[in-house]
């Protein structure tokens, strides 16, 4: 048995990969190749009309090496924070709790849960306090965060967070249905997030 | 796969994940200071515009606020 052992081993680490993982993705092409053709047949003298896809930046394609930054997009409904910034790391705060982001991370989809969000340059770090939202990391090293509301730390104002946190913390003892006492726990939980933001 | 996993309590308590959301960010906007506190409501506000189409023609349209949900 073990007189194999020392082959198979030599054969596992001298074998290269040579299927790529399901989760890499290729660039996606500036044009639909097959469209173009298929018009030039039937209908050479116009152009072909413009998709969508035309008119889109190409998504990068999956590196073969770890880039050495992190791309990221922090969205919110009514405004783009970040676009496409080249960054060295992001903390999340992610549901299963702060997680950090590096180029080359894993494709993650993860829930967000009321916390900061840090963005590291060099030495700069950002912070924004998040309501919730998603992050999704991809293969290429392109992060997207996704929040409905996001705001600079100092724009909290301690006193109201206080005050909501007091307020929230009497509803939930007093609450009697399930949903007042989702509702309840749900403000709980955010204003203790905010509080903790200001504090730490 | 276990249909009874461990669901979030709001989830479980029968909200939808969009209202949660909502809920959310409503209070971080209420706990801002001051001047982007007045921002931040302009911005909550929802509203929209239904116009009925009779015969092909649309009537007037009205215009809807929806008061944001706590």
């Known amino acids: 048995m073990f007189r194999q052992a020392s082959r198979l081993l030599a054969r596992t680490t001298t074998s290269r990969r040579s299927r790529a993982f399901s989760s890499d993705v290729p660039a996606t092409p500036a044009q639909d190749s097959n469209f173009i053709e298929s018009w030039t047949k039937v209908i050479p003298n116009l152009d072909p009309p413009k998709t969508p896809s035309s008119f889109m930046a190409p998504r990068p394609a999956t590196p ?17 924070e970040l676009s496409g910034k080249e960054v060295d790391m992001v903390i999340v705060p992610a549901t299963t709790g702060q997680m950090g982001v590096l180029p080359g991370h894993v ?19 950002t912070k924004y306090f998040l309501s919730s939202g998603f992050a999704l990391i991809h293969a290429n090293s392109v992060a997207d965060i ?10 909290l104002d301690p006193a ?5 946190l007091a307020d929230f913390t009497q509803k939930l003892s007093s609450a009697s249905t399930d949903l007042e006492k989702a509702e309840a726990q749900i403000g709980v939980d955010v204003h203790s997030a905010m509080n903790s933001a200001i504090t730490g | 796969m276990a249909s009874n996993a461990a669901v979030p309590f709001w989830r479980a308590a029968g909200m939808t994940y ?17 001047p982007h506190k007045t921002e931040a409501l302009t911005r909550e506000k929802v509203h929209f515009s239904i116009s009925k189409w009779t015969d092909g023609k649309p009537e007037k349209p009205t215009v809807r606020s929806d008061s944001p949900e706590e």
């Open chain 1, 64 to 80: 073969p090496s770890i880039p050495s930054k992190l791309t990221v997009n922090f969205v919110l409904p009514y405004a783009s």
């Open chain 1, 107 to 125: 494709p993650t989809i993860a829930e967000l849960k009321p916390g900061i969000l840090s963005v590291h340059e060099g030495n700069d770090v």
């Open chain 1, 146 to 155: 996704i929040a409905v509301e996001a705001v600079p730390v100092d724009h």
């Open chain 1, 160 to 164: 109201l967070v206080q005050k909501g």
């Open chain 2, 18 to 34: 969009i209202t949660y959301s909502n809920i959310c960010a409503n209070l971080v906007r209420n706990c801002l200071k001051e």
